[in-house]
């Protein structure tokens, strides 16, 4: 039987520290999906926020909802095409130590505090790189569960009052080329979450450079014209209106993914919609987000417990130092936490290979590379 290693979370105390370096997020590389999910390079589908109309029911256009069907495992597909593409534009690898999901890494920061739901994540070496996906079926057995849950409102339409807000939220082009119609009837327009920029950042955590995917949702202005600029995206998100304590720590709760979501990809600000109940859209809140954990622990104090983003950042870096010196050979990996385990496990599945983790084409293309003399430095941007 193959080794298997673990990695304990517990006890989170020896994390609280002043967290590790970080480095900034940097979009290096782009790619859309339009409205029929199909991928090309660059910045197609960019939306611009906008602030939406209060009062809205955000239930409204369930019925013509164009839904994106994710039973198909995409693997890192798109993800590995965005960053061979920007390989050959500058003609070496990147110099990353894990490539990801940011949905992954968002797992990972959040395991010290999150120990609900579990997770498993694949991964493998190739190149003194680990590259890491979810792990379709175990996705899929947790959705059906979730989807097994009774509650007065279907999850789906619950889902859906996420991307309705977003729809209520954005614009397709900046404000001043947008017609004053178009901005007027957002709310009849159909809800299509088939179309999605992701923005590919490098960054990193401690030791370990990361390059990692993740849709970003709106822009606050333009992207600015030096390449790895600091760009004002904006976050959306929705959560039911806070009318108690209880609710309030409900949504502190929330606020730990939150932020981890937008620090990694670099994403300045967040704006939740507040919801009743019954999907009435009530209110909206700016938030900065490297402001949040601080907030949080004001609220809370130190003794009061809740999450640290500190701890998240400092559990990250020890994961990924540790990570590195575990898969140390070729094959596929399973990364695995069960619900409520004090552990992250970590175990090889297959001996030889890559799975489907990694398609033919990057690998040609990284040999290709490898066989090519390098660019002169000033031709690399």
């Not at 379709?136 to 991307?163: C, D, L, N, T």
């Amino acid at each position: 039987m193959a080794s298997r290693f673990a990695f304990p979370v517990q006890p989170v105390a020896r994390f609280a520290r002043d967290s590790e370096p970080v480095k900034r997020p940097k979009e290096f590389a782009c790619f859309s999906y339009d409205k029929d999910h199909q991928f090309s390079l660059g910045d197609s589908s960019l939306k611009w926020y906008y602030p939406p109309d209060l009062g809205v029911d955000l239930s409204s256009g369930y019925e013509t909802f164009v839904k994106h069907d994710d039973s198909a495992d995409e693997h890192l597909d798109s993800l590995l095409q965005a960053i061979a593409s920007h390989e050959q534009q500058v003609g070496k690898p990147i110099d990353a130590h894990v490539v990801t999901w940011r949905g992954m890494m968002t797992k990972i920061m959040s395991a010290p505090f999150d120990d609900r739901d579990g997770f498993e994540m694949n991964a493998t070496l190739y190149r003194d790189c680990i590259f890491i996906e979810e792990n379709h079926q175990y996705k899929e057995a947790s959705r059906a569960a979730q989807q097994s849950w009774k509650s007065p409102i279907p999850q789906e339409v619950m889902q859906f009052w996420g991307y309705k807000f977003e729809t209520l939220s954005t614009l397709p082009a900046p404000w001043g080329e947008t017609s004053r119609d178009y901005i007027e009837s957002r709310v009849n327009e159909v809800v299509n979450n088939k179309e999605q920029y992701c923005s590919v950042v490098r960054t990193g955590l401690g030791k370990t450079i990361l390059c990692l995917g993740g849709e970003v949702d709106a822009i606050w202005d333009s992207k600015p014209a030096t390449p790895g600029a600091p760009i004002n995206w904006v976050e959306l998100k929705t959560s039911a209106e806070i009318r108690s304590d209880r609710d309030m720590d409900n949504f502190e709760r929330k606020l730990m993914k939150f932020w981890i979501q937008s620090f990694l990809l670099g994403v300045p600000k967040i704006i939740v919609g507040f919801r009743s109940r019954d999907g009435i859209l009530v209110k909206l809140q700016e938030l900065e987000t490297g402001a949040i954990p601080n907030t949080v622990a004001r609220r809370r104090g130190p003794a009061a417990g809740g999450w640290d983003g500190d701890v998240c950042i400092n559990f990250a870096s020890a994961f990924l130092d540790w990570l590195r010196q575990t898969i140390t050979d070729e094959g596929v990996w399973r990364i695995r936490r069960k619900p409520h385990s004090p552990d992250i496990e970590v175990f090889q599945v297959e001996e030889v290979g890559h799975g489907s983790i990694i398609t033919d084409e990057f690998m040609n293309w990284r040999i290709k590379l490898s066989l090519s003399p390098p660019k002169p430095p000033d031709s690399t941007e």
